[in-house]
């Protein structure tokens, strides 16, 4: 069996093939980021889960991509969560962003990004890929993100800079307060995920003029520093899009890439699917001997 993952900060997309290339079984599971998760916690996360226990002897390859997989060190934790696991498994791990420029590649060079929890982008020409900007995180980044939202959202309400209408439905609908709020960022872990889960107020307000407002400022940010840094984008190369808040405000996408003549590709809301369809057809996963 081989298993591919697509993983960023909030969930996780598993698949499972057989030795043919057939989906067996899917399901979503939280998602491992290194930041955040020791490699005891993944191990013993995915031990509770009664699928995987199931399979989890006779898995062949394990195909992680993660949010926070960026470096040897990083990525050493996964897998040796991993590995505790499927200890019969060739399992690779890699960056999250890699499986955003794999999903969205159609055959020609093209920009890569990310819109969910967090935000990233890269250039992706078939062969390599090239990260030009760096992804600061939930703190100092992640521009146009689902945290860094959540993150404006918290702190309109608190300041009380928040329109009067939103701001009742804002504390009607969560039942918080500044001293929860700032206690969650500030003193308990995956701070970046719990910032991420207002933006749902976002998406459920998303034709009022304030909330369009924020939306088209993240967006605007993001493309100007992740984006434009690439000089491919000034030459017109699609800029494509995986991602929760891409899918959610994408003709609000459009109309930012539009204005910074940026030539807008396709988004994916969910990159796991094509991900698997890139593996199969390009990466011989099937093969003995694989490609990469």
């Keep these: 069996m081989i298993l591919i993952i697509e993983s960023g900060s909030t969930k996780a997309d598993w698949i499972c093939l057989d030795q043919k290339g057939t989906e067996i079984s899917r399901w979503s599971l939280m998602g491992f980021n290194p930041y955040f998760h020791s490699a005891d916690f993944i191990g013993e996360t995915l ?45 690779n791990i890699d960056h999250d962003l890699k499986a955003a420029a794999f999903a ?122 992740h984006v434009l840094c690439y000089d491919e984008a000034k030459e017109g190369v699609p800029v494509n899009f995986v991602g929760s808040v891409a899918k959610a405000f994408e003709k609000l996408l459009q109309e930012q890439c539009s204005k910074l003549n940026i030539n807008y590709g396709r988004t994916q809301a969910k990159p796991v699917n094509l991900l698997v369809e890139y593996h199969l057809n390009t990466l011989g996963i099937l093969d003995k001997e694989l490609k990469v």
């Design 47 to 91: 031990s509770n889960h009664a699928e995987i226990s199931k399979i989890s002897k006779t898995v062949e390859q394990v195909w992680f991509y993660g949010a926070g997989c960026s470096s040897k060190d990083l990525n050493k934790i996964v897998f040796n969560g991993l590995k505790s696991v499927f200890n019969n498994a060739l399992i």
């Design 104 to 225: 969205t590649y159609n055959n020609c060079p093209h920009i890569a990004c990310i819109l969910g929890t967090g935000s990233n982008s890269c250039y992706f020409n078939g062969k390599q890929i090239l990260e030009k900007v760096p992804a600061l995180a939930y703190i100092l980044g992640d521009e146009g993100s689902a945290s860094s939202i959540g993150k404006r959202l918290c702190a309109d309400w608190i300041y009380g800079l928040m329109p009067q209408e939103l701001s009742a439905d804002f504390t009607s609908s969560y039942k918080t307060s500044k001293e929860e709020i700032v206690d969650k960022v500030y003193n308990h872990e995956h701070a970046n995920v719990y910032l991420a889960s207002f933006s749902r107020f976002a998406g459920e307000h998303s034709k009022h003029p304030y909330i369009e407002e924020i939306i088209k400022d993240g967006f605007k940010k993001f493309l100007e520093i």
